[in-house]
């Protein structure tokens, strides 16, 4: 049997240093022992001075380990602001240098997409703008910021097809054989009654208007 701030060692049962242990407790004259992977270990028969050994000595090593994990946490922090800091900022910079840098992980996009859009409901953020063709992590970045705030950097630049806007504004039910009725989603006083048969017509009275056009393209 070894008792002592590096290990815990009472054969058959355990032996195993302390950070393995998350607690040990007492049930009668049982010790249990609860290890880090949900294992109970239990210890029948120990007698009491053994008992309060292995109690003490782990109360040290909590103790002990306590303050070890604060200095070094203090010392780490002042260097983990700065690192952080600089690979913030950049990140915030256009590099054309990095214009075909990889991919960022799509969640990673999704969290800074998702980040904006609750920035968006706060403040009025200043939004960096990606330049065209360029993957560097800034404009990366940014391109996610656009996303989360609803814009699609993607369709900024497409040419919208005026006609295709056109057609997509009406409503168009076929009211019977090859007749169709369009009406204008946003007034429904705007209708019209299209006939696709021989000849083809439009109430509206022109031969090549946009609702016959809209019938069949739908
Ligand atoms: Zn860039
Ligand atoms: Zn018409």
Known sequence: MKINKQILHIPPYISTSWDNIVSISTREYHLIITLKNSMIVEIPNLNGQIIELIFDTHAKVLESGTKTTKASFNLSLPQMTNTGYESLYSAMQHDPSQKDASDLPADVLKKIANV???????????????????????????????????????????????????????????????????????????????????????????????????????
Not at 140 to 168: H, T
Request: a negative charge.
């Open 116 to 218: 904006a859009k609750l920035f968006a409901e706060e403040v009025n953020i200043d939004m960096p703008q990606p330049e065209k063709n360029c993957n560097c992590t800034h404009c990366q970045i940014a391109k996610a910021l656009q996303m989360g705030l609803g814009v699609n950097p993607e369709n900024l630049d497409e040419a919208v097809d005026e006609a295709d806007l056109k057609f997509r504004t009406w409503d168009i039910k076929e009211e019977g054989s090859k007749l169709f009725s369009v009406v204008n989603p946003l007034d429904q006083n705007e209708h019209y009654s299209v006939y696709l048969g021989e000849p083809v017509g439009c109430t509206c009275g022109n031969k090549n208007c946009e609702h016959i056009k809209a019938v069949l393209k739908s």
